[in-house]
């Protein structure tokens, strides 16, 4: 039985012809909670949004849960947050909460007041996002993260521009998500806690990605 989440095969990513990845082969198991640290521009963002099925490889495989990472079904089973917010900046938080569910053919909107709730969002729900700060920003990205029943969750950067106020309710989300044995693959050089996480990993260089615990 494949007990693998994602599986890499030899990958290989290149931009104006400098490669980011390069041969790379990688496996995490399911329910494997996986901190990736490396150095910046290194080409942790890369490699995550490779495993999200956001960019495409140049050669090599990847299979999510056994599957190619592009086949429609695939990407359902994957929640990914990128480093930044991809929201409609003239539209409220509520809005754009209610596009994402859309978007992604959920079906949750009798909860998305409990969402924004859970973020602490619910008291600025009808602002612009142009008016949100940063933090509010990083904040709507875990409520839309929240919208998503996923098996496989794709973290990149996810404490970047939050308080200690943020930390703690993304921490509370993450430890949900361990609680219930999803997959988490998290980017971050910012996370103090270590032993939070059954596996750590560094990217060394485009080829190499070395266990470190």
């Given at each position: 039985m494949n007990n693998r989440a994602i599986y890499a095969d030899l990958i290989s990513k290149k931009f104006d012809n400098q490669y980011i990845i390069k041969d790379l082969s990688f496996s995490?198991?399911?329910s494997e909670n996986a901190l990736l640290t490396g150095r910046n521009g290194i080409g942790k963002t890369t490699l995550l949004r490779l495993?999200?099925?956001v960019t495409r490889t140049n050669t090599g495989k990847i299979e999510i849960l056994g599957n190619p990472v592009q086949d429609n079904k695939t990407r359902s089973s994957i929640a990914y947050m990128g480093p930044g917010d991809a929201f409609y900046k003239h539209l409220s938080g509520y809005e754009n909460l209610t596009f994402f569910?859309?978007?992604l053919n959920l079906r949750t909107n009798n909860k998305l007041d409990d969402f924004l709730k859970e973020v602490d969002l619910w008291e600025a729900r009808n602002i612009a996002v142009k008016n949100y700060s940063t933090g509010m920003k990083k904040r709507l990205s875990i409520s839309v993260s929240m919208l998503?029943?996923?098996?496989?969750?794709?973290?990149?950067e996810p404490f970047k521009g939050l308080d200690d106020y943020g930390k703690n309710i993304l921490?509370?989300?993450l430890k949900?998500?361990?609680k219930e044995n999803k997959t988490i693959f998290l980017v971050s050089n910012l996370f103090e806690d270590m032993d939070y996480f059954e596996s750590v990993y560094e990217l060394v260089?485009?080829?190499r990605l070395?266990?470190?615990?």
């Open positions: 995490l198991k399911k495993f999200a099925g569910n859309s978007f998503q029943k996923a098996q496989i969750y794709l973290f990149d921490n509370k989300y949900k998500l361990k260089s485009a080829s070395e266990r470190k615990r």
